[in-house]
């Protein structure tokens, strides 16, 4: 599983971030099953800033763990900015995390939907700022990746990784 893995990989160069800011992470995966999680804790010392990795597949998994709304679910379907942000969101609060990430995607060979091919992900990031501060915010990005399933599933970790490592040090610069 490091067919994209950057020198050094994502998962350490994220670990180091969280780790030299004091923050913590708690993931929410759905069609990464729990790769992110795996990843993490790949790496020695990983309890410094690794909560959890909730693996919330089904709908009823994303309503019951996360608090993600019917709403969204029934309007925007799972693969969508929106149930990414309440992932993102539900799973930082529910861990009390500084971070928390999630994933919801199309990893294929099927399953792919009209303006939604397979490969399509979108990721979620969430922090969780100083409380009356109002400063905390979750944010979705979305991408598009190609290859067999199990490629597609390591590029959506390592890049969700990567956008987390990037809001990291975003903010360190901006509270810093």
């Known amino acids: 599983m490091r067919e994209f893995a950057s020198d050094p990989p994502e998962e350490v160069r994220a670990g180091d971030a969280l780790r030299e800011a004091g923050h ?31 693996v919330t597949y089904s709908y009823d998994a994303k309503r019951h763990e996360l608090a993600v709304s019917r709403e969204s679910l029934d309007e925007h379907g799972a693969v969508s900015e929106a149930v990414a942000r309440e992932m993102a969101a539900g799973v930082r609060d529910v861990a009390d995390a500084t971070w928390g990430l999630a994933t919801t995607g199309i990893a294929g060979p099927k399953g792919g939907l009209p303006g939604k091919p397979v490969g399509t992900v979108f990721v979620g990031v969430a922090f969780a700022a100083p409380w009356g ?20 599933k390591e590029r959506i970790a390592r890049g969700a990784l990567a956008l987390l490592r990037e809001e990291i040090e975003s903010e360190s610069v901006t509270t810093g």
């Open 24 to 54: 913590t992470v708690a993931v929410a995966e759905s069609c990464t099953g729990g790769l992110i999680g795996s990843l993490l804790t790949d790496v020695p010392g990983s309890s410094d800033y690794f909560d959890r990795s909730l």
């Open 133 to 152: 501060s109002g400063d905390s915010y979750a944010r979705v990005e979305r991408f598009e990746y190609d290859g067999s399933r199990t490629q597609v």
